[in-house]
């Protein structure tokens, strides 16, 4: 009887876990559905697409306004 408990507290602790690691590894920008504006050290211009360095205001092929 001890046993099978242990085993559904153990199974219990693994779904709470797993829970918990599923939620905090989910990506947090929910603000922008649309194209990935931004990538590691890049950002992606909005309207034509190119990878601008992160620190460019405006992109580089079509002097669009960046965010960030
Ligand atoms: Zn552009």
Request: net charge neutral; aromatic share 2%; with cysteine.
């Amino acid at each position: 009887m001890d046993s099978l408990l242990l085993l559904g507290l153990a199974i219990g602790l693994l779904v709470i876990v797993v829970w918990a690691l599923s939620i905090a590894g989910r990506p947090r920008d929910d603000a922008d559905t649309g194209l990935a504006t931004s990538t590691e050290g890049m950002t992606i211009c909005p309207r034509c697409g190119m990878g601008n360095l992160w620190t460019s205001r405006l992109c580089s092929a079509c002097g669009n306004a960046l965010k960030g």
